[in-house]
């Protein structure tokens, strides 16, 4: 009995009854780094070549990412045997697959957004400069305009009749659930990256491109 006393003596003297709790709790031996925030402007950006290597990056993954897409949406539209082509899920598949692949191969380069939105959302939250978010945005733009350019080069009359493969609000619905629905269906793709790209989370450059995917294909599918 004594001996036991004295080990509760021991712990007693060991660990106080006062433990810190909530953030006071918490310590600087982290096992992840966060990253600085980004400054505002950063002009010297524009003197490095990997500034502009990663706004071609962009622009090209836009390119491929609506050349496909539009293609594949393009193939299902004009084909009146719907049964005979990819249908819905075979779109919701090359959304899917073509983001995983550009995001798996532009990240280490651009971060591989792909997306304005994405892009936006970071700069907001610090993680880019505007010099880098104007730019990734001006490039995105142009890699969209250019991947549809070549749709409609390649295949005028079916881009003109099916509108180039653009989305229509679906009958039985209004302007505002499909403005909604894509309010929603954006937030989700930002939210995804955010938790994808968090520094407490292990293996981040895997989980990039497999969420975007999934979240993409999950999007385009519903």
Not at 23 to 37: G, I, L, V
Not at 55 to 79: C, D, K, N, P, R
Request: hydrophobic fraction near 40%; charged fraction near 15%; charge should be positive.
């Amino acid at each position: 009995m004594e001996g036991k006393e004295e080990d509760v003596k021991l712990g007693a003297n060991k660990f106080s009854e006062r433990q810190p709790i909530g953030t006071s709790a918490q310590t600087d031996d982290k096992d992840y780094k966060e990253p600085p925030p980004a400054p505002f402007f950063e002009p010297g950006e524009l003197k490095s070549w990997s500034f502009y290597r990663a706004g071609i990056a962009e622009f090209f993954a836009t390119f491929l990412f609506l050349y496909i897409t539009i293609l594949t949406v393009m193939g299902y539209s004009q084909t009146k045997n719907k049964c005979a082509t990819v249908g819905i899920q075979g779109i919701a598949w090359s959304f899917g697959g073509m983001i995983f692949a550009l995001v798996y191969c532009t990240a280490g380069i651009s971060g591989g957004h792909i997306n304005p939105a994405v892009t936006f959302g970071l700069f907001l939250a610090r993680k880019l400069s505007l010099t880098r978010a104007v730019f990734y945005i001006i490039m995105q733009c142009l890699g969209a305009i250019c991947g549809a350019g070549v749709v409609k080069g390649f295949q005028p009359k079916p881009y003109e009749m099916l509108g180039g493969g653009a989305n229509v609000v679906a009958p039985g619905y209004t302007k505002g659930s499909g403005l909604g629905a894509e309010i929603i269906g954006t937030f989700v793709l930002v939210y995804t990256v955010f938790s994808a790209t968090d520094a407490k989370r292990n293996a981040r450059d895997s989980h990039v491109p497999v969420s975007k995917f999934l979240d993409v294909l999950l999007s385009s599918h519903y």
